[in-house]
């Protein structure tokens, strides 16, 4: 090769960067496989699913295409937020051959109960948002994108008792709710199990106990952080009570509070200024380069916010799609399945993802605390 | 104050502006009787009515001033001014107070002072005359600072020495042949920035013209020329560079073309200008809050100071010539200076032992690890005075300053590494101490200092009056460390070493000299004939210079990124809690190591570290090999 000729490559590659290229689009083939994503779009929690449904838009937007030229393409099934809603629409997209997949955006209580008829239906679904460490068990069809509530409650346990270096602590939980209530539990194992004391245990229902009047007992006991296994609502009484009474103490949340929050609370917003949560995203980390490209391209799309609901909708639908594109008959279920479970090294929107075949994901976790409605990262863990 | 020091009755004149004072002047507490009376009546019957006129009071424009002061001189009245709101600087020259009921009782008083009047081409002029360009000198009256400065600037672009024939008269009777962008008359002393040059040398009644002339070399000069008129103190009696100053009792200013000139900020005649005083020709009541009567009266002496201005074969390259932006220099303006860089330049024998000795110090204390024996070496080391021989050089094409310095530059490049290269061989421990490590990554910061302490360097060289803060420059730049870190790296063979302590050396050189290189030319020391051919091969090899700093320069900051990455992440391994602390990321070559201290409450055991390494692996990169240090949580 001549020097001149070599020399221009090596600048070419130089001024390229070197690297790899994003491939570019597929000749589109004809033929057309889709995606079903469940998500409350009626119902009190109809922004949150709304949200979900920008989020898998969004990335569909970018990547139309499998790599065969396959054209993806979204169904929306909304489930009200409800146990029948979702098993009614499990059934009705279980008789659309062409659907490769599911996503599933439902809270670990309304998951749990069709757990046990996953299999019966055979279809692959990936909770986005649900935690609960039992949704993966006892079925062969249902993975997690997000890690599960024992690893939360570890991780929030730990990073108050080793990074704050506080030694009591006291937990509020929602006995009616099996994530919540689970979370509660893993978090107070956790805590107790490295010296640190949990001085109370309390459930809240407002309707039963005055909030206040818990709270100064809290206060006169000295607690010095309030762990918050609870919904969303909840926790902004919560921190609204503590405002009345002048009491600042530290509060944790778990994930999805401020994307609840800012979507069905929005003019509460403030209330949870200076509170830590456990989420799956910061606001302030450096994204990859994936992530660069979503969130410019929600932007473009939507006027609305992007929250931790978009992002996961965003990922799973690439997950679910990189699943399918690796099957060779793209509506093979069965195969998507597998492929789904054998998820490596993902490039999320902050970080790798894995979906094991247990259909646990391995991400990081990360610690913020939240600043003019946004997740300002504390911590990362691994 | 009686009442005899007023004038009983008294006419007060005024056009429609000045009419705003009648009230308050037929208000008066001293009882004066006033008689109002428009210009436009006076016009028709002015003999009839001044005839018998002791003193006037006036307020109007300017040119209605100067028709008054004409006046004056036909019927011999003293005039009382009552300036219009606009008209400060007709206030502040005659030291009137502020406040209107006093300016009544000034204009009112019978104690006029006499001051000179200077006809120029037998018109009256009051303040100053402008012929050609002095910016930020010839600004009309009344221009605020804002409007003087813009003006200027604009002005300063285009400036041109134009030749000026003056002949004075007086006891003088001088013929003077020069070249200036503008010169000046100033009549009025107190309230311009030209008169800020003669303030202390003149007054309204000398009985003197004062004409400055400026002819700068460059726009550089100009610039520092007016901000030393800015910053000049009153009690500063000398004449700023790039001035001339003539003063006598009659002037003529003749230009090879006509040229217009400005009176009083009017367009009012052309050249041939012939000015001449009246002496004491005109009677004006002055305020007597500051008002220096000694001085006012003091008859002036006739000077003529134009050393700076341009003359024999000087005036004739320069007149007619656009002034350019730096200003240019013989070598015979400054003998001693070119001297001293000619002597720098050479190989002495006290250069060769201080080299050496410098060497000797800096390789020991850098082996030692001690600061203050490197700082001892950088003050002892002789290299700055060729290299800023060299950028002159440069500027100037002077091939032998050249040859001269690029030759003892690079023998005491080959004493100091040879000298540090044979230390490192005999010395029997060789540890790659602190202040060695800290020569081994130069960045742009580097050349950031080193384009500085290139510009004091050769600024300190200009001004034997700051000489002894070479020093300073010297400990900034410190040329002789980063050889000796280069000659270690030759002892110790090893290539990477000597690169980069070499390239730092190399950075300073260059910055140093083109720094330096500009620095002179900005100062003043360009030849007539330039050449851009030295300035553009050093400008390059800057260039490439900084390249690999850049490169450096990024990768330092993207190494303390991912460090400080590092103290945010956590690791959860087997339910055990890991706390990253201090990370810091060392290259040794092949491989990436980070070295992290880890905060655990828990023992430890392998199979943790097994599952740290996988998810190290996993999250980060394969080829990232972790040292770690844990700390135990008590």
Known sequence: MPKVLYNLL?????????????????????????IAIVAPLSGPDQKSGENVVSGAQTNLTMFPYLGDGTKVELVAEDNGGTKEGTLSALKRIHEQKDIAGVLLMAKSDIILPIVPLADHYQIPILALIATHPDITEGNDFIAQLGFDDIYQGAIAALYIRDEMLIDRVAVFSDPGNVHYSYLAREFMRKFSSVGGEVARHLTVDPAQIDLRVVLEQLREDEVQV??????????????????????????????????????????????????????????????TEYGRRVIGKFKKLYSERGT????????????????????????????????????????????????HRDGKAERPIFVNIIKDGKLEFLVKVY | MSESEYHASVLFVHTEEGAVFVEPLLANRIGTTITPLHIDDLRQQPTDILEHVDHIVIAGDLKFIKEMVGYSFEHHFSIGILPLPYQ???????????????????????????????LCNDQILLFKAAIGRSPMLDNPLETSRLRMLWDGLRKLWDLRLQPFSISTGGDTQKEISTAACGCTIVQQHRTSLASRLIANDSSAADGMISLVLVAPFSIIDYARFVFHLLIRSESDKTLSQST?????????????????????????????LHCQVLPL????????TSFDKARLT????ERIDIKALPAGKELAKAKNKKIPFFTYASEERFKELFVSLRSDARIHSFFVVLMLLSTILATTGLYLDSASVIIGAMLLAPLMGPIVSLAMGILRQDESLITRSIGTIALGVVIALLTAAIMTIFFPYRPVTGEMQARLSPTVLDLIVAI????????????????????????????????????????????????????????????????????????????????????????FILLLITIPLYLTYHEILETREFEQRWEEERFYVNGKYLIIQNALLKDYGEKDVLIVDIVSRDLLERDDLEELRRKVRYYFSSELVIRANVIYIP
């Open chain 1, 308 to 355: 931790t609901y978009t992002a996961l909708a965003s990922e799973g639908t690439s997950i679910l799609q990189q699943a399918i594109d690796r099957c060779e008959t793209k509506t093979d279920r069965n195969c998507v399945n597998t492929t789904l479970r054998d998820t490596d090294e993902f490039e999320g929107l902050f970080g790798k993802i894995s979906i």
């Open chain 1, 226 to 287: 309030l762990y918050l296994a609870v919904n969303p609502e909840n926790v902004l009484q919560i921190a609204k009570a503590a405002r009345e009474i002048s009491w600042n103490p530290d509060m944790m949340g778990s994930d999805g509070l401020l994307s609840t929050i800012f979507l069905q609370y929005g003019e509460d917003i403030g209330f949870v200024n200076g509170m830590m949560a456990t989420d799956f995203y910061s606001t302030n980390l450096p994204s």
């Open chain 1, 10 to 34: 090596l600048i070419f590659f130089i001024f390229t960067g070197g690297c790899e290229q994003p491939s570019s689009p597929s000749q589109p083939n004809g033929s057309v496989v889709r």
């Open chain 2, 298 to 301: 003091a008859r002036g002496k």
């Open chain 2, 88 to 118: 400060k600087t007709i206030a502040g020259s005659l030291y009137l107070p502020d406040d209107l009921p006093s300016r009544v009782e000034t204009a009112l008083r019978n104690n006029a002072q006499p001051i000179d009047i200077i």
């Open chain 2, 452 to 539: 500085t302490a290139g510009a004091a360097g050769a600024y300190t060289k200009s001004y034997k009056e700051i000489l002894q803060s070479l020093a300073g420059v010297a400990i900034a730049v410190a040329l002789v460390p980063p050889l000796a870190v280069a000659g270690i790296g030759i002892g110790r063979h090893d290539p990477v070493f000597f690169g980069q302590a070499f390239l730092l050396f190399s950075t300073n050189l260059v910055g140093i000299t083109l720094a330096a290189t500009f620095t002179f030319r900005v100062i003043g020391f360009s030849p007539a004939v330039k050449s851009k051919r030295g300035i553009a091969i050093v400008f």
């Open chain 2, 244 to 272: 001339g100053y003539i003063k006598s009792p009659e002037i003529t200013i003749a230009t090879e073309k006509e040229m217009p000139v400005e009176i009083d900020g009017e367009p009012a005649t052309t050249t041939p």
């Open chain 2, 281 to 288: 020709a005109l009677r004006v009541n002055f305020g007597e």
